[in-house]
């Protein structure tokens, strides 16, 4: 089955840095990849997503990019704010299968005021 | 409108019991998803169903988990003979189809004494 890795487990960045976390997977059949922010004791909410047919996808400060040769794809935040501060969860699902995602272990991303 | 709900929001009950949890989707959503999530660890998959089958329940840990959905909307997600490492949030989601925006609901949180 999918195999979803993700880096860093953890990230600190002082306001108004970038911030990157990047994760990797093993299904190249693979084809929508959403991007979920979980604030401590409260559900998971997508921020945005890319499907396999463009490489880049832009909302604000945040920054989606997938290379599909290289099985990886990377959520950008620039200008980081504190309020930014949260688990962030990748996830993969393929089109075979597309009801089932499979997700990455999170990055905790603390933004320093 | 409502967001995805579930209850009971936490669940306390003790190693052999039978516990039934429910998810109401958002109205109009023919996806809904259930996953359990650990802590420090991203959702885990266990079941999706488009109306009101399961079109894939692999991410079930064994014979003791089942979960429907018989009229499309409600569903209830069901442990028999519960066991320690069962305890865990359980989190439910819906979409209007499958790769599309799913929106979670607040979680159960088991704990099986």
């Given at each position: 089955?999918?195999?979803v890795e993700q880096h860093p487990s953890t990230l600190s960045v002082q306001e108004g840095d970038s911030a990157v976390i990047k994760c990797t997977y093993s299904d190249s059949?693979?084809?929508?990849?959403?991007?979920?922010?979980?604030?401590?004791?409260?559900?998971?909410?997508?921020?945005?997503?890319?499907?396999?047919?463009?490489g880049e996808k832009k909302d604000q400060r945040i920054a989606v990019t997938l290379n599909k040769t290289a099985k990886h794809f990377s959520l950008h935040i620039t200008e980081t704010q504190p309020e930014d501060s949260a688990v962030y969860?990748?996830?993969a699902s393929m089109g075979a299968n597309a009801g089932k995602s499979t997700f990455g272990?999170?990055?905790?991303?603390?933004?320093?005021p | 409108g409502a967001g995805v709900s579930q209850t009971?929001?936490?669940?306390?009950?003790?190693?052999?019991?039978?516990?039934?949890?429910?998810?109401?989707?958002?109205?109009?959503?023919?996806?809904?998803?259930?996953?359990?999530?650990?802590?420090g660890q991203g959702p885990e998959f266990l079941i999706y169903f488009q109306g009101t089958g399961a079109a894939d329940d692999s991410g079930l840990p064994n014979d003791r988990f089942f979960a429907v959905r018989p009229e499309g909307s409600v569903s209830t997600l069901k442990i028999q003979r519960t066991e320690r490492?069962?305890?865990?949030?359980?989190?439910?989601?819906?979409?209007?189809g499958v790769q599309e925006t799913q929106y979670f609901g607040p979680g159960t949180r088991l704990l099986v004494l």
């Open positions: 089955g999918e195999n059949a693979s084809n929508y990849f959403p991007w979920y922010k979980q604030e401590l004791g409260k559900r998971p909410q997508l921020i945005i997503d890319i499907r396999s047919n463009v969860f990748c996830a272990d999170g990055t905790t991303l603390t933004v320093k | 009971p929001s936490n669940k306390v009950t003790e190693k052999g019991k039978y516990v039934e949890l429910r998810c109401d989707p958002i109205s109009g959503h023919t996806a809904l998803y259930w996953y359990r999530q650990s802590l490492g069962d305890s865990a949030v359980y989190l439910c989601a819906s979409s209007r």
